[in-house]
């Protein structure tokens, strides 16, 4: 769930200006829930596989791009 809290009156004629200049500017889901299995509770990640595969992730993506670009 997210909270957002509409400043205008939400219809369908504003609707995605609502989602992409309010809904993901408060993106920040205090519960996550993937195959039953909580990853995310009151904000934070409970998953320490996940957490560490995070921590490594922009390492792990600036090698993938040096190899797709024929880097070394």
């Known amino acids: 769930?997210?909270?957002y809290f509409a400043p205008t009156n939400l219809d369908e004629s504003n609707a995605l200006g609502h989602l992409f200049y309010g809904m993901m500017h408060s993106?920040?889901?205090s519960d996550v829930?993937?195959?039953g299995e909580q990853v995310v509770k009151d904000y934070e990640l409970t998953n320490r596989k996940?957490?560490?595969e995070l921590e490594n992730s922009?390492?792990?993506a600036n090698s993938l791009w040096?190899?797709?670009?024929g880097e070394k």
Do not use: D, M, N, Y
């Open 66 to 69: 040096k190899r797709i670009k």
């Open 27 to 29: 993106f920040k889901p």
């Open 58 to 60: 922009q390492e792990i």
């Open 1 to 3: 769930l997210v909270p």
């Open 33 to 35: 829930f993937v195959a």
């Open 50 to 52: 996940l957490v560490s």
